[in-house]
């Protein structure tokens, strides 16, 4: 696929296609990767994404217990 460059402002940019935005869910960002002989552009992942279904699995095979006591022995409130 081949894109134009367009001028922005003072800057230069490319316009990508609706389909494209969707098709690799790019919303409002991407990484962009410097390689030696080419530009990677790769959506940006929102924080903790897949973080609800990988907890919801650790669940179902007993894997998320505490490792450490939430309040310890000695430890005292104050009201």
């Known amino acids: 696929m081949k894109i134009s460059i367009i001028k922005i402002g003072n800057s230069k940019g490319i316009r990508l296609p609706k389909t494209i935005l969707q098709k690799y869910n790019i919303e409002d960002a991407v990484e962009v990767v410097l ?45």
């Not at 907890?55 to 309040?71: Q, S």
């Open 35 to 79: 390689e030696e002989d080419c530009i990677l552009l790769k959506p940006v992942q929102k924080s903790r994404a897949g973080w609800a279904d990988a907890f919801k699995k650790m669940h179902e095979n007993g894997d998320d217990e505490l490792l450490i006591d939430d309040v310890f022995e000695d430890e005292k409130f104050e009201i």
